[in-house]
Structures are given as C-alpha cells and as structure tokens.
C-alpha cells in the first residue's frame, strides 16, 4: 500500500466487499494509462456497473415514461431508473458534477443501496466533487503524479470473503480511531463510522475474525488522512512535560484477598492500538502540499460569484442544455417536443374517451415544455493603471505585457480586459471591454504620463465600466494597479486626506455592488494606506515592488482563478 495506485487498487478490492456500507471512491486521474488500469480494475468488480453523466436527469435516475412504448400500445408504460436497481455506478467527468445530482446520488448512499465510484479529471485545485457526494465516500485517492512505469499487475477481486458484521469490533478500536480522527482535524462523523467500516472490510478481505493493527492502519491510510485538515503532532513534537512525582504505592491487601481471574481481566483491557502507528500510517499518506492548500483554502482570496468561466446566472451567452420546464410558448421561447410528449402521453386514454373529435394524440397548453439552458456570463477584468509620477513608464509597461499575457488566456476562457488610467485630475476609459489585443496594443502605446494621482477617479471610473458590463450580462472584476499615494481628490483638489476619504468611499461602493477585485501594490515598499484598502475592499492585497510582466500576470491569474 505504499504508493498511490496500490491504495486506489486497495480501496477497490474493499468496496468489492462491503460497496453499499463504504459508499464509493473519488479517484482523481486525467485520461491515461493509469485511468486505463483503474478502470480495468473498476469493470472487475462483482455486481452490475453502470456509467452516467454529470448531466443525467431525473428521468434516467429515478425512472419515467416510456414514450414510445406508451404512444404504441395506447397506456402509460414506465421505464425503471437507474437509482431503482442497487449497482456500481461510474461517474466520470466527476468535477462537472451539479449540486442537485450530488444530493440525489446522496441520498440513494444514505439508503446504503449503491456504490460511487468518481473519476475527478479536473485540472485546477478547486475542481473536484462537491463536498455533500464527497463526504459520503470512503475513499479518495489523487493519482494524478503517476505514469506508465508505476502500473504494475493488479489483484484479482476477491471472492467468497467473510461477511463484515462478523467481523468483532474491540473496544480500543473505536476509541483509537477517533482519537486519529481529532489529532488530523477530521470532523465529520460519518468519516469515523466509513473508517470503522473500511477496517471490518480490510479484516474480512484478510479472512479474520477480529480487527487487528494492520485493519485500524489501513483505514487510517485510506479513510481518514485525505479528510485531514491539519498536520498530526508527533510525540517527539511536543514540548517536554514536567516529570510527575510517582503516584503512591496501592495500599496492602490481606493474603486472603480474592484476586480476579486472568481472562476477565483481559476482556476488560480489549485490543487498544498505539497511536503512533496510527499517526505514523495517516502521515506517510497526507499530500505534500497539505499546508498550501489549506492556506490557499484560508487566504479568503476566492471571488464572489463563481468560477473563472463565470457566474451561472442571467448572461450574455447560452451555455449546457438543463431539465425541460412547463411554459407558454410565447415567441421568446422553444418548445421541447420530446418533452411535451412525453409529459402528454399518461392522459391519453382519458383525453380520448371524453374528446368530441377522433384525434390520435390530445395535446393540452399544460403539457407545453419549454427549453432552457444554462446561463453563462463571460467575466471582465478591468485593470485599473496608476499613470501618474515619474515611473510611470515603467508601470505602465508592466501593465501592457501582463494584459497581452492576459488576453492570450482570454480567448479560451471568453474573458474581456477593459483598461482604466488615472493621472493628473481625473481618470480615463483607454480601453472598453474588449478581447482585441490589436486594439490593447494601440491604447497602451498611446498612454501619456505624469501628473498627480487621482485614485478615487480610478475607482470611480471601474465602477462605471462594471455596471455597464454587469448590465450586458458580464462579471466585472477589478485589479488596481498603484502605489498607494492617493493626493487629488474627487473635486480635482490636492488634498492628500481628501483624497485617502474618497477612495475608501469608492471602495465601499464597489464592495457594496458586489464586484470582486484586487489590489496590487507597485511601490518600493508595501504601503499600509494600500492594504487597508484592501480590506474595505474585502479583496487580496498582493505586493509586488519589483514584478514583471510575467509574475504579474501570474499573481493576477493565481489571485483571480483561487
């Protein structure tokens, strides 16, 4: 069990015992070789296996009407779903996964009647299943470092192995997986209970009786260490206690005192396991990156409204095809055929025997079904350019390659990039939304410097811009790019208080809007003013004195997609 695709192996000769009890596996492994193998692995398990999509309806899960076979034998006639018989379902594409199929597949878990397996193909950190489907999963294993030469020959899936409710439970055991669970930060019950199960399953693959070390290892390995959310703390990391004094010596009994017998004294004492061990086999599993994740997962820099490809709200494209609806086809909308039918096919009898005309098929307004898909917004980011004193220049050249770099990743995410410079009394729009990088070119070129440094106008400025591209359907987000040295106010005054007021008044209205941003502070050194900005702006504060083109476009990206 010691490298990655000898768990994930592992964990599939173990649902292959107790699949209903353990839930499932979220494999995470892009298309390849090692997918290959596990799936090789997964079509070896006993029982039915069905594949779905992240798309599934309704129908296909729970059952529905069969419409061609009611419209041929003149009465309703339903198709079983795939939720009606227990099986292995396969779910690929599992990072796509909706909310709602989440709950259901959750629930038809909670009912201990199917087994999950997801396969996770996401790229990014933050794709994956969501954490309703997850944490009914015993399972996860991130297979995503592996490569050809790591696949070895796999196991034969077991047969004939010992059932787990006869597998004995000592006392200790319970108590010292729970004690894991605590040290590792583990605090969702059900993690406890799917390792309890996962080790009576390991001892039943294993053709004993009662659970051992090695069962309470393996759980710990395979259960409890990937929902870790903290680094476990060794004995050899705490500070040294205080040496206690030695308790006092029990008082003499008489010789004729009854003494308690051997094996009563055994059965109250029952299995415990040292923790280290446990401790020991959760740690040689935790990821590398463990204490990066939590701080990306803690650092707060993650965007109101969605994800880098936008909200999934009212937008200014159309995006996946979902459920069709009841509707009135009043010119703006399309009919779904199939789905009419479908939904008119059960009251044909009725509709025919109380109909005055000889029609074959009675359609009534109710059954109309309209279309409907899922609206994507594409998202704006409006960089906001300090263009004033005399490095000006400079800044602006680094603004002008990271937007280039920028618009090269737009085109496949449907990003746009607006451009807003402030100098001297005021602030000005170089560049509306747009994905021309010709164009960005030519309005970078033609960008003067000098002057004071009018923040507030700045701001004000990307306010207007992301109101106007929030009402076609956009997800503004604003970068400001200055130095923190905010001297004109809104008037046009010089009045360096002034001007600090109005830009915290600017960054309250753009909170207020809900319109995530950034702030990247371009001085020597990183100026308080700034970051207190930051915060009334509740954006991530990044400070780059000395950046390039390259790692600001990096830091942008890394704060924007986190």
Known sequence: MSGPLQRARLALRLLAVDPSGLGGAHLRARTGPVRAALEADINALPGPIRRIHPAITDEQLFGGVDLSATLAEGRTVRAAGLLETPCTLVLPMAERCRSDLAARLGAALDRQSHCVIALDEGVEPEEGLPPALADRLAFSV????LSLRDIGPADPPPTGARRTDAVHVPTGAISDLALLAESLGVESPRALLLALRAARAHAALED????????????????????????????????EAEEEPPPPPPPEEPENAEQPDAPAQEQEQDMMIPQDLLLEA???????????????????????????????????????????????????????????????????????????????????????????????????????????????????????????LLLGEAYARRDHVALVAFRGEGADVLLPPTRSLVQTKRRLAALPGGGGT???????????????ARSKGMTPTVALLTDGRANIALDGQADRQAAGADATRMARLLRGNNMPGLVIDMSPRPQRPLRALAEVLDAPYIPLPRADSKRLSTAVSAALDA
């Open 142 to 145: 991130d297979l995503e470092d």
């Open 208 to 239: 004993r009786a009662e659970l051992e070390a090695a069962d309470l290892t393996v759980a710990a390995a395979l259960v409890l260490a990937p929902r870790a959310t903290r680094l476990p703390q060794m004995e050899d990391d705490t500070p």
């Open 282 to 404: 959760a740690a040689a599993v935790l990821p590398a990156d463990l204490l990066a994740r939590l701080a990306v997962g803690s650092s707060g820099m993650v965007r109101a409204g969605g994800s880098g490809a936008g909200q999934q709200r009212k937008g200014n494209r159309r995006g996946r095809p979902m459920p069709a609806r009841q509707g009135r086809l009043d010119g703006t909308n399309r009919l779904d055929l199939i789905g009419t039918l479908r939904a008119a096919a059960p009251w044909q009898p009725l509709r025919r025997t109380h109909a005055k005309t000889a029609q074959s098929l009675h359609v009534r307004a109710s059954d109309f079904r309209i279309k409907r898909y899922k609206e994507m917004s594409d998202r704006l980011l409006i960089f906001v350019v300090d263009a004033s004193g005399s490095a000006a220049m400079t800044r602006l050249a680094e603004a002008k390659g990271a937007v280039e």
């Open 454 to 468: 009018p923040l507030a106008a700045g701001m004000q400025a990307a306010l207007e811009v992301g109101l106007g």
